[in-house]
C-alpha cells in the first residue's frame, strides 16, 4: 500500500477511534444525569437524635466537675425527666416503691403520767393532723424531686380544712444547718419579686422585710414550715441528681437505635443495575435517548424499595441485609442495658429478658435500700413538726414501714404472724393500706351502725374449718420468687401434676 493511502486510512481510523471515544463520552456524561431511582427520595425521614438544650458531649463536660455544674445537671435531670421515657419510668420507679403506711405511736410515754382520757383525746388530735397533711401523696411527690434535682425545698401551709406543701426553686435555697436530724435551709429573697409575695406563706413577707433592713439575702426559713429532703443527705453542702451520671447513656442508646433503625431500613431495599451493550471497542451500540427510554420504562414499574441503576460494567443486584453475625449482636439492647446497668436498678422490671425471678427479689431489695434514706428524712420531718409545733404535753410520732410494692404481701404475712402473738396489730393494719386514724370510726360505722358484723357470714378459711372440710394437704406452694428456674419450669409444665 501506498505511503500517502496508508497514512490517509490512520487518519481515517484516528478519526473513527476519536469519534467512537467521543461518542461514549457523551454518552457517559448524559448518563451521569440521570439520577438512580432511588425510592428513599420520596420518603420524608425524621433524625433520631434528641433536639433539646443538652447535648451528650455537654453532659460529659459538666460530669467532669459535677459540683461546680450542680444547678446545670438539675437542669438536664429535670429536661430528660420530660423528655426521655426511660429516665421517667426510672424517677418513677423509686418514688412509687414504697407504700407509705405509717403507724402512729406515743413518744417517751410513761404510762405512770397518762390519763386515759386526755391521752386519747390527744392521740386523735394528732391522727386529724396527719390524715390533713395528707402524708402519702406529699411524701411520694418530695421523694420524686428529690429524685430529679438531688433535693426536695418546699414550706408546708395549713388551714383549718386542708394542707399541702409548696415546692420552692433549687436553685435559690441553700441548706444551712441541721436541726435534730433535719435540713434547715434558707432562701435567696433577691430572688423573690416583692409583688409575688402573696405566692408564699406569711412568714415569707417577714423574711423579704428582713432582707430589705439589713441587705442580707439570704433569709433562713422558720423551721415549723420548712421541709427539706436530699436524695444523698450524706452531702450537704451541695445538691446532685443521683442518676446524673447516667444522663450520658440516653444518648447512647438513642443513637444506636437510630442506626440500627438505619440497618433495618437498608435491609428491606434492592438495587436493579442494568448493563448497557457495548460493540467491541466499549461504545453503546444503543443511543442515549433510547436507552432513556427503557430506563423510564423500567424505573416505572419498580416497587418503593426497589432502586434501578444502568451501568457499563456487569451487574446483577445487591441485597442491604445485614449478616448472620452482625444480626447477633443488638446493640440497641446492649446499650439500654448498660443504662440500668449503670443506674444500679435491676432491668428485669423495665424490659430485659430473663427468667431468674430469685436474682429480681434480690435485685429489688438493693433498690429499696436507696429510697429508704429519702424515706427516713421524711418521717423525721414530720416527727419534728409534731414534737415541736403540735401543741399538748403528749406527744405522737409515726413510723413508715418498711413495705413497698413488691415485698408488701410478704411483710403482711411477717406482721399477722407478729399479731397472732398479741403484738403489731396496727402495723398489721397499716400493711393492709387501713390508716390507723381510720380504725375507730370505720369499726364504729362497721359495728355499731352497720351492723355488719350481724350481716355477713365468717368466710371459711384454715382457721374456721377443720381439715375435713377442705382437700388442702401438704406443704403450702412456693411463691413464684422463689423457685428456681427448674421449679418455674416444673409448675409452669405441670410436671408433678400426678405425683
Not at 436507552?291 to 457499563?312: D, F, Q, T, V
Not at 431489695?365 to 401543741?391: A, F, P
Request: hydrophobic share 35%; proline share 4%; aromatic share 10%.
Amino acid at each position: 500500500m501506498p505511503e500517502e493511502v496508508q497514512t490517509a486510512s490512520n487518519s481515517e481510523s484516528s478519526r473513527n477511534d476519536e469519534s467512537a471515544a467521543q461518542f461514549a463520552a457523551l454518552f457517559a456524561k448524559e448518563l451521569a444525569k440521570v439520577l438512580i431511582y432511588d425510592p428513599a427520595r420520596s420518603s420524608t425521614r425524621t433524625s433520631k437524635t434528641f433536639t433539646g438544650a443538652y447535648t451528650q458531649d455537654q453532659l460529659y463536660t459538666y460530669l467532669r466537675s459535677p459540683t461546680q455544674n450542680a444547678k446545670a445537671l438539675r437542669n438536664a435531670s429535670e429536661y430528660m425527666y420530660n423528655a426521655n421515657t426511660r429516665y421517667y419510668r426510672l424517677i418513677q420507679y423509686y418514688a412509687g416503691l414504697p407504700t407509705y403506711a405509717f403507724v402512729i405511736s406515743p413518744l417517751n410515754f410513761d404510762k405512770s403520767k397518762a390519763k386515759p382520757e386526755t391521752f386519747r383525746k390527744q392521740y386523735i388530735k394528732v391522727a386529724n393532723k396527719l390524715e390533713l397533711m395528707n402524708i402519702r401523696e406529699e411524701t411520694r411527690k418530695q421523694i420524686n424531686i428529690a429524685m430529679r434535682r438531688g433535693a426536695f425545698y418546699g414550706v408546708r401551709w395549713f388551714d383549718s380544712a386542708s394542707s399541702f406543701v409548696q415546692q420552692l426553686d433549687p436553685d435559690i435555697c441553700q441548706i444551712t444547718s441541721i436541726s435534730d436530724g433535719v435540713f434547715l435551709f434558707s432562701v435567696d429573697m433577691s430572688q423573690i419579686k416583692e409583688e409575688n409575695l402573696d405566692c408564699y406563706p406569711p412568714e415569707f413577707t417577714q423574711m423579704y422585710a428582713e432582707y430589705k433592713r439589713t441587705g442580707s439575702k439570704w433569709q433562713r426559713v422558720d423551721p415549723s414550715i420548712s421541709v427539706c429532703v436530699k436524695a444523698d443527705p450524706s452531702t450537704p453542702d451541695y445538691s446532685l441528681p443521683p442518676f446524673c451520671a447516667v444522663l450520658p447513656e440516653l444518648y447512647v442508646i438513642n443513637d444506636t437505635q437510630a442506626l440500627q433503625e438505619a440497618s433495618d431500613e437498608m435491609g428491606n431495599y434492592k438495587l436493579l443495575a442494568g448493563e448497557m451493550p457495548l460493540d467491541k471497542d466499549g461504545v453503546p451500540v444503543m443511543n442515549f435517548p433510547q436507552m432513556l427510554e427503557y430506563y423510564k420504562h423500567i424505573a416505572s414499574n419498580l416497587g418503593e424499595r426497589i432502586g434501578l441503576a444502568i451501568s457499563p460494567f456487569k451487574l446483577t443486584s445487591v441485597d442491604f441485609s445485614k449478616s448472620a453475625a452482625a444480626d447477633a449482636v443488638d446493640a440497641t439492647a446492649r446499650a439500654v442495658s448498660n443504662f440500668w446497668s449503670a443506674s444500679g436498678t435491676n432491668a428485669l422490671l423495665h424490659g430485659a429478658e430473663n427468667n431468674t425471678a430469685g436474682v429480681a427479689k434480690l435485685a429489688i431489695r438493693s433498690d429499696e435500700t436507696l429510697v429508704y434514706g429519702m424515706l427516713d428524712q421524711c418521717e423525721r420531718q414530720i416527727n419534728r413538726y409534731l414534737k415541736t409545733v403540735m401543741s399538748g404535753t403528749i406527744k405522737f410520732k409515726i413510723s413508715f414501714l418498711r413495705t413497698t410494692v413488691f415485698n408488701l404481701e410478704e411483710m403482711i404475712k411477717h406482721y399477722k404472724e407478729a399479731m397472732n402473738y398479741g403484738i403489731g396489730k396496727s402495723y398489721y393494719m397499716a400493711a393492709l393500706d387501713i390508716p390507723q386514724y381510720d380504725i375507730e370510726g370505720m369499726t364504729y360505722l362497721e359495728n355499731e351502725v352497720l351492723h355488719v358484723d350481724e350481716i355477713l357470714t365468717t368466710l371459711k378459711t384454715s382457721s374456721t374449718q377443720s381439715s375435713a372440710d377442705t382437700n388442702d394437704t401438704g406443704r403450702p406452694p412456693a411463691d413464684d420468687t422463689d423457685l428456681s428456674n427448674e421449679g418455674e419450669s416444673t409448675r409452669d409444665n405441670d410436671t408433678n401434676a400426678n405425683r
